[in-house]
């Protein structure tokens, strides 16, 4: 016959959890959910900041000109790159699904012709500078748009 002293009593195990009233668990919930939203807010302003220094750093070393001619066909390819850089950016903002492709395209005309103009002088540059401000604007790119930088 076994004795009482060495009879061992086990204590039901209680999850903790469970006794938690459900507004502790709703507070822990909204906390959580407020981090994750903060987090997100915080890697897209970096995003923003980067791409704002990259832009920065290469537009140090871009110098953009006017000049008067007496001649009218002299100032078609800067008119015409003004119309199609505001018609590709019209079309890309205001209707992206009926003609993002003719944005696109009219984008890749206006600064062709920006720079048959000769109104863009290109100054030169240090690679070094050069790989900051692209490497910069890559990260803030993929910050902003994806909230986090794959290596």
């Known amino acids: 016959m076994p004795r009482l002293s ?6 039901p195990q209680v ?3 469970a006794i938690a009233p459900k507004g502790c668990q709703l507070k822990s919930l909204q906390l959580e959910t407020t981090a994750k939203i903060m987090n997100t807010f915080l890697f897209k302003l970096i995003g923003l900041i980067l791409l704002l220094v990259g832009v920065y750093f290469l537009g140090q ?3 953009f ?5 007496p001649y009218f066909w002299r100032d078609i ?3 015409a790159s003004v119309l199609a850089l505001i018609g590709g950016m019209i079309s890309l903002l205001l209707f992206p699904r009926e003609t993002g492709s ?3 395209i009219l984008l890749i005309i ?3 012709l920006v720079f ?8 030169p540059t240090s690679l070094w500078t050069f790989f900051v401000a692209f490497a910069a604007l890559i990260g803030g790119f993929k910050l902003l748009t994806e909230g986090r930088v794959r290596f």
């Open 116 to 123: 048959l103009s000769g109104g863009v002088v290109l100054r």
């Open 61 to 63: 070393n871009i110098i």
């Open 65 to 69: 000109t006017t000049q008067y001619s």
């Open 6 to 11: 060495s009879l061992q009593i086990d204590k």
């Open 110 to 112: 206006g600064c062709v």
């Open 15 to 17: 999850n903790q959890k």
């Open 77 to 79: 390819p800067a008119a």
């Open 102 to 104: 003719l944005g696109w």
